[in-house]
T-cell receptor, first 108, second 115 residues
């Protein structure tokens, strides 16, 4: 898996959009960008993944730069329940290597 | 997404005993399952990859004789921690690959405490 770099922590006000950046400058052509989140003492929850096109689902949007060296996960209207550690992973489904992630704190 | 369950959700055992953790894919067949371990305030570390009907592939530094993995069916993989010691206390998480959808979903985890 390609190495990813994420900010250690971020804050976001409830109701606002949370934009979580990720750098993956060494991503290879067959590697996807995956996002998972982990709420305390639970297993990781899948959010979204993409190869090169932007993706959107009911949880979030994923914006991948044209050179695929970075991406941004967007939670359009953050709620307190979105407080978690968010992991950006560049890899394939058969091999996902977790980094340290971004701890997102959503506040009132 | 696909549903993966684990049992038990938590277990306490005495040092020297063995503990078995089950991982099940509930709504799909998983030819490949993965076992991770997470220590407090750390990220998930892949321990091994198990393929149905064949031997598991262990990551470097993971003792295969201590962490026995069996993937005898398309919906069940088990991890047995043999001769557990307090340093084996951790959060064990499995995941399963749904090849039909390409998604990889995680179980809720099992918290093991060895006293």
């Amino acid at each position: 898996d390609a190495k990813t770099t994420q900010p250690t922590s971020m804050d976001c006000a409830e109701g606002r959009a949370a934009n979580l950046p990720c750098n993956h400058s060494t991503i290879s052509g067959n590697e996807y960008v995956y996002w998972y989140r982990q709420i305390h003492s639970q297993g990781p929850q899948y959010i979204i993944h993409g190869l090169k096109n932007n993706e959107t689902n009911e949880m979030a949007s994923l914006i991948i730069t044209e050179d695929r060296k970075s991406s941004t996960l967007i939670l359009p209207h953050a709620t307190l329940r979105d407080t978690a550690v968010y992991y950006c992973i560049a890899g394939t489904a058969s091999k996902l290597t977790f980094g340290t992630g971004t701890r997102l704190q959503v506040t009132l | 997404g696909a549903v993966v369950s684990q049992h038990p959700s938590w277990v306490i055992c005495k040092s020297g005993t063995s503990v078995k953790i089950e991982c099940r894919s509930l709504d799909f067949q998983a030819t490949t399952m993965f076992w991770y371990r997470q220590f407090p305030k750390q990220s998930l570390m892949l321990m091994a990859t198990s393929n149905e009907g064949s031997k598991a592939t262990y990551e470097q530094g993971v003792e295969k004789d201590k962490f026995l993995i069996n993937h005898a069916s398309l919906t069940l993989s088990t991890l047995t921690v043999t001769s557990a010691h307090p340093e084996d206390s951790s959060f064990y998480i499995c995941s399963a690959l749904d090849r039909a959808s390409g998604s990889k979903d995680f179980g809720p985890g099992t918290r093991l405490t060895v006293t």
